[in-house]
């Protein structure tokens, strides 16, 4: 089960990897980013448990805390106004998948009541609601033939 596990982590980094590459090479004509969070945790065997789903109540650490990455290339974090400093010396600041949420709407200025501010990871640091994406949209119409 372990060696299954590592595996699979494994092929995701590779996967992420690739991602990676076919963006950066982009980034020279488009604004790339990616964002990664895994669905769940996965217990082990750690204190008996194995597997995951457990209510999130009883649920171990194992289980509830996930992985995220987050990558912008300059034109991105440039355009939508995010400072790179600031995203770095927050990357230990525990998040949940409901930051997620409401961090793309942010990212992608979609206007809804159900926004939450409080939750956009990336407004702390400069990235208001919807620059990003207006910045993209404007670089779409430059390019355009």
């Known amino acids: 089960m372990v060696n299954a596990y590592d595996n699979s982590i494994l092929y ?81 600041s525990p998040l949940s998948h409901d930051n997620l949420f409401h961090s793309m709407l942010g990212l992608m200025g979609v206007s809804t009541s159900v926004y939450r501010e409080e939750l956009d990871l990336f407004r702390p640091c400069g990235a208001g609601p919807g620059q990003v994406a207006a910045a993209a949209a404007n670089d779409a119409v430059r390019s355009a033939p």
């Not at 109540?57 to 990455?69: G, I, K």
Request: some cysteine.
């Open 12 to 92: 995701t980094d590779h996967v992420l990897g690739q991602l990676l590459d076919l963006l950066k090479a982009r980034e020279q004509r488009f604004d790339t980013a990616m964002l990664y969070v895994s669905d769940h945790g996965e217990s082990l065997g750690e204190k008996g448990v194995y597997l995951h789903g457990l209510p999130y109540a009883m649920a171990p650490s194992e289980q509830t805390r996930v992985p995220m990455v987050a990558w912008l290339s300059e034109g991105f974090a440039r355009s939508g106004g995010a400072s790179m400093e600031c995203l770095r010396g927050r990357r230990d």
